[in-house]
């Protein structure tokens, strides 16, 4: 969090509301634009990292339709509302105001449609390692975790319990489609639905250089701490990843592990081996 921006715009929000409103009335319709602003805002420079375009844009139409249909549910105050655009529209003192909205609207979605589209990519300020070296250890959950030891012990059913191994990699598929898919794709390829919206893209798991390449502690390391936990030469990276050790018990996140390994067919890189 940046807790300067969210601090900033906390006190825009209390200047308006015990200075600003001595002067001017607001109504309900007028705060709804307030608060719209103030929570886009938030999301797009009070979270770091920061978020994708595509999720903030996301959670802006949710909040949209939160608002309006907060504003609905009560019919005085849609009355009001309504009178409110109407005498905009249509009372004369407010008509160079009304012919500025009506040409900045357009305006700015042109301009940020252009500016989508014609934005080259730019190179990171320093140096960026795709797959860092892992620390020796890991705090999960408050317990220590020692990465250069650790193993699966869910990979041994493998072999000794077939139906208990079937079941770990069934909820793996269930926690991997609740939680990851969204990104990393129906077919582990990086093309999910908000994939577009990070930097690198997220990795092909069906390439052979990537998973199959890994020991499964490393997995469970960049799963557990996300994009917040990685290391000063990965970044900077335009990643949503969170760490997952805060929604996933260390069970879950290693049946995700088991079902990635499993789905795309590889092996995971043996214990003792480099990265």
Not at 19 to 32: C, G
Not at 267 to 273: H, K, N, S
Request: glycine share 4%; net charge negative; hydrophobic share 50%.
């Amino acid at each position: 969090m940046n807790l300067f921006v969210l601090l900033a715009i906390a006190a825009a929000m209390v200047l308006v509301q015990f200075v600003v409103t001595r002067w001017v009335k607001l109504n309900l319709l007028a705060w709804m634009g307030i608060w719209w602003v103030a929570l886009w805002a938030a999301f797009s420079y009070g979270i770091n990292p920061p978020l994708p375009n595509s999720i903030i844009v996301l959670f802006m139409a949710i909040i949209t339709i939160a608002l309006v249909a907060y504003l609905s549910a009560d019919n005085e105050e849609l009355k009001q509302a309504q009178e409110s655009i109407v005498r905009f529209m249509v009372t004369r003192q407010y008509r160079v105001a009304l012919l500025i909205v009506m040409f900045l609207i357009p305006a700015a979605v042109a301009a940020w449609t252009f500016a989508s589209m014609n934005e080259a990519p730019q190179p990171p300020s320093s140096g960026r390692t795709i797959h860092p070296p892992p620390p020796s250890s890991i705090t999960f959950q408050g317990t220590s975790i020692n990465l250069t030891t650790a193993n699966n012990p869910i990979r041994e059913l493998q072999h000794t319990d077939e139906a208990a191994f079937a079941e770990h990699v069934a909820n793996g598929r269930r926690i991997y489609f609740e939680n990851c898919f969204y990104c990393h794709g129906d077919n582990m390829e990086g093309a999910g639905m908000f994939a577009h919206g990070y930097d690198p893209l997220p990795a092909n798991f069906n390439d052979a250089t990537t998973i199959a390449m890994l020991q499964e502690s490393y997995l469970f390391w960049r799963i557990a701490k996300g994009a917040p936990g990685l290391p000063s030469e990965s970044t900077p990276w335009s990643s949503a990843m969170p760490a997952w050790e805060d929604f996933l018990t260390e069970e879950e996140i290693w049946e995700v592990i088991i079902f990635l390994y499993e789905f795309t067919g590889f092996e995971p890189r043996a214990q003792g081996m480099p990265h």
